[in-house]
């Protein structure tokens, strides 16, 4: 699923509930309802149920599916039969929910469901399943892959599980739902994309259950080697043909589902692109994939096209580009460019081809193009390739496809795959493509940022040949972003401030300080102007993971807002404290306790505002919380809470909260299992790694004096260092967890957080294998600058954070060089605003204020530069760890 697609759906600007879209389209309502009866409104669901009738807490529930088309004709089957029974129920209540639900970036464990009902008993359920296959006899819908179909209903299934009446609070903030087990004890109720019974639970609706599946897994004749991905429209899948032993390429579309806003499903664009495929391998064979096989098993379409071997282009990119390399050089790069323009050239080639044959591709982006092992380019995935005597298909990939400003009043039947080749070149040069819809005149900033590897002037116009032109000077394309911002806020207030003027890239080489101090003061002025103390969702615009979890917290809530604007020096609305108070004691019983999501982030807040009662309270609650045994790590337990106590002490010197500090500090050393206590799958990294622990000690250890914790704090960064793997260009680099090998530079997961917490041992308590390993990480680090977001968490606020101490420490030129390239870098990433500037969070999708994504940790990482002594500090003023080379 898309990060933050559901939340992207309700509003243009910022992420919100799904259900608080102003409009969802045509509503879904039983026809005819009982007297006395209303339906009540559950997120996007609508709920039915007799007075007085309350849910059994857990049993058999009846999920059933329907086709878009049917809905109306199903919910009202569907009503009749749960009224005339007594038993509750509800549905999804408008179009744009059934859309989302059933869409092919949603989630595969809800996908397929339109009405649940909750019977109270087996008996019942039984009954109502029977009525149901009856009554919906004929009608088809999308298998619930969560469920069993009841007998050979193509619409009726069921499941065991919760009805909603218990479940726990998890540490990192969210809550997952418990069942009963066949002996009674509480399991988690684990909603799979497959059908699945807790323990000690047989199913009474089949008469013989199942098999696991065994052996290889044959679709006809056709052996499944490898799945390639799992979407919700379907399957792709590597695969042997066992009469030739040919490798193909299965493509698999679920019926009914996967569907996008227009409304067509999966099987319909399946169908579609055989039917392209065919057309083109007759009239341009090589353009696209050779069409093998097209049939349906079960209920299931299958394209089958030759085997395109090689590697998507985003993953070439990764592997082939020295921009991120430590050991690049001007012959590596200038090697890299001319590759960079063979590609395009043979992109153009395929295009020309395609629509010369009278089609458009239409979603051409990095994941449809594979790079072949010769170095050619072969264009994949024809779902949305349309004639071009046709509109362009209404899909396409954020940052790749004409936004509405560029779209409207378009009559080129060619600008989609014009535009997407733009996209494409711009995406050689660096991960803009979103920033550059928004904010077009911010591409001078971003040729300044990329100066040391100059790219070439025909690259460089074909990747902008969109968003500005070669004689539009930089002020004249910023007098165009303005245009735009202001078009995008035209459903706005039009009674204020024009939209602030970033400096131009002259400007801020002359001044560098001056442009940075600008920058913070118009990123506290946005997160001002966004602010709504009396909005229900949020004081300020957050990432999704608020609705997820809380929205007062320090990563995604007002907390972290409030704080950013506090260290800054920023004065911050009574309102908006007067909300943070609010809403912190309403959620008090029900925030987990850690310091990125609970009650310890929130106290730490309160404690530097001076509301020293409230925060010792909240860390008390955090304190007795059965989460902080459990969990050990700074983002969500032990090490986190500790981490308040100690940050209360420095601020009071009250003795007994570094005695908390210490006693959380105690319990971490006597956890039998630490690994345990950390994130899932061996986590590593800051938030929930070791790294963040070790923070913790060396915390503890300059409180309390004590070497012990140094040297429990070094064991764990060893652990940690065990974890790192090598890049071929010499740097060092970590990954999120034990399942994955990605190399990761971000602060909240990877190889900045590591290296921060080294960096202060480094300097305190010098240690042969971590200073060796520093330079290393480092160096990875400094040319990973290239990011896509501007957050704290996992953009270039985290790293100019890193960065900005670690040049502290070293107090070199090249490190002092390294912060305040960075943070100049961050200019790039704001967008003009009514007053201030404001950043693309999660995902680029919508704009954020919050502290791990948004703005609130872009101001957060300004401070840090602009209050310390790099601007003006002379080199070497103070003992410095050697620098990384």
Known sequence: MLEGFGEALADREYYLPLPSVADPGPRFAPGEVPPG???????????????????????WKIHVSARLDRAQHVLDTVAGICFSEGVPFKHLSARLFFLFLHHKHAARAQAGKFCAVYPPDTATARRLLERLREALDGEEGPYVLTDRRFRDSRTVHYRYGSFGARSRLRADGTREGLVRDGSGREVVDLRLPAFH?????????????????????????????????????????QARDRRTGRTVFLKEARAHNGLVFDGTDAQQRLRHEYRVLCELHAAAPGV????????????????????????????????TSPLARADRTA??????????????????????????????????????????????????????ASALSTAPSGMGTPGFTPPPCLRRNDTDPLSQDRYGMSAVALAFLAPFNEMAEHAPANLALLRRDLADMAPPPDLWQRATAFHVTEDRTAGRAQDQAQNRAQDRAQDQDQDQDAPVRLPSPAELDTDPRGCLTRLADDV????????????????????????????????????????????????VPEEILERLRRDTLALRDALPPGLLVGSAGVARVL??????????????????????????????????????????????????HLER?????EGLLRTPDLTAALGEHDARGLLHGRSGVALFFHRLARDTGEARWLEAGRLLLHQELDRTFPLDDGALSISDDARLTRAMPYLATGAAGVAAVLTRYVADAPDERCAAALPRLVAGIRVS?????????????????????????TGTDAARGDALRAATGLLKYAVPYRRGVRFLGTGSLRFTADLSSGGAGVLLALHRLLAGPLLTEPPHARPRIPAAT
């Open 37 to 59: 009866l209303r339906g009540a409104a559950q997120g996007i669901w609508t709920a039915w149920g007799s007075p007085g009738t309350g849910l059994a807490e857990q049993g």
């Open 197 to 237: 019974l807790p323990a000690g639970i047989a199913d009474p609706f089949v008469e013989q259950e199942e098999k696991p599946h065994e052996g290889p897994i044959l679709i006809r004749d056709y052996e499944v080697t490898r799945a390639v991905r799992l979407s919700n429209a379907g399957g792709a899948y």
């Open 288 to 319: 696209g994939p050779e069409p093998l096989d097209h049939f349906t098993e079960w209920e299931h379409d299958f394209l089958v096209t030759e085997y395109v071997a090689g590697q998507p282009l985003v993953g070439w990119l990764s592997r």
């Open 331 to 384: 012959e590596s790069v200038g090697a890299y460019y001319a590759m960079c323009r063979h590609l395009l050239g043979a992109l153009d080639a395929s295009l020309g081809r395609l629509h010369a044959v009278g089609y458009r591709f239409g979603d051409l982006s990095l994941g449809n193009v594979v790079v072949t092992p010769s170095g050619g380019v072969r264009l994949v995935d024809f779902e949305a």
């Open 524 to 571: 506290a002025a946005g997160l001002l102007e966004t602010a709504d103390a009396d909005r229900p969702e949020w004081a300020f615009p957050p990432s999704p993971e608020a609705f997820r979890t809380n929205n007062v917290c320090l990563a995604y809530g007002t907390a972290g807002v409030v704080h950013a604007l506090h260290r800054a020096g920023v004065a």
């Open 607 to 656: 404690a530097g505002l001076g509301r020293l009662d409230e925060a010792v309270d909240l860390l008390r609650d955090a304190d007795g919380h059965p989460l902080t045994a459990s969990c050990g790590t700074l983002a969500d337990g032990r090490a986190g809470v500790g981490l308040a106590w100690s940050a209360l002490h420095g601020l009071t010197g009250e003795s007994s």
């Open 661 to 665: 500090a210490a006693a959380a500090g």
């Open 785 to 809: 600058c290239a990011t896509k977001e501007a957050g704290l968490y996992r953009g270039l606020a985290g790293l100019t954070w890193f960065l900005t101490e670690h040049a502290g420490l």
